[in-house]
């Protein structure tokens, strides 16, 4: 009896050792952060009507609920998906939900085929106001290549944002306030690129899957990578804007779908991090409701405040976004990480970017001056 139950705590004790230190250490970081900073804020509601926003993976998650609140706007949407059934059904029901406002442009576009992306941008003939690149995956820790050969992470959520950006900013030079919206995240923070991986092997960081996290899988890894590089493109690609056209960075919220559950949990892990991790990030504020999660990518994408500025990088774990008790444009600013802020990074992944996309007119013809 008495050798039954000591083994009984010696695998309890076991199981906790393993799991539950790093979720408490977790819990207690992610506690601290939130009790120390001030709630997203209510959004201030922007007449969007006229203005044509371009927001892609908007089937699922973040993107379908910012495509929600700007349809509510009034916005002129123009969603690119890969599936296009499930644009089909999101087409359906904002026609139903939304009779007021224009209906979305459903159209193919996969992220993952530089072609693709190519004839999305051929064939979308109309206005861009603002560009959100909102799609992303989380890859799984392991490398895989897409079609063109690109890891899977670098092309999906970086690279194709690249193309596209370059492909539309006649588009966007044409909008009285044109605006480019990257939709990063704090995990840029991990990230970790090596210009000479990008050039000979088409990965950001050939060692990334040294740095898969055991509990968040690869957002360690090549995604952290990619969200580094969106953030370097942003502050590049602010120095060679025409100063109609402004861009940003962000990040998001960690939203409690989507990313995290294709992660490669054991079952165990995934009840822990359903039953115990998910309610405990919730109450201290760190993941938010569905409403609170896309606020910060909507406030970016729309306040007229933020048309004043370029190059910035917004977060709902900063102050909140609007009456912070500064002009609005400085509320929900954030730091970004040593990496994402060095200079000569920025301006190397922006060549190297143009190169391996075969590149040499628009936003590739020149460096920019000073
Ligand atoms: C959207 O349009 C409707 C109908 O014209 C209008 O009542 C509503 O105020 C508009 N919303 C915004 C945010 O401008
Ligand atoms: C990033 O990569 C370099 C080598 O390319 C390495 O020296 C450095 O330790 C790496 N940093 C991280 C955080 O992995």
Redesign the pocket.
Known sequence: MAKQASNRIAKIKALFGFMCVPYLVAAIAVGWQALATPAVGELE?????GKTVLITGATSGLGLWQAEVLA???ASLVLPVRDLKKGQAVLDRFTQEFP??PAPVIMEMDLASLQSVRDFAEQYAGPVDVLVHNAAVLGTGELLRTEDGFEECLQVNYLSSFLLTHLLLPRLQQSAAGRIVHVSAKAHEWGNISMQDLRSRKVLDLDFPKRRLRMMGNLGGSYADSKLAQVLFSNALARRLPPNVVTHALHPAIVPTGLLRQADFSAVQKFLHDNMMQPVMRLVGFTQSEEDAPKTQIHVSTHPAIQDVTGRYYSPLSPPLVHCGQKAEYCGISSISEAAADRFLQEALFETSCELLDLNNGLCAESPDS
């Open positions: 509601e922007v007449d969007m009507r509510r706007w009034n007021q406002a």
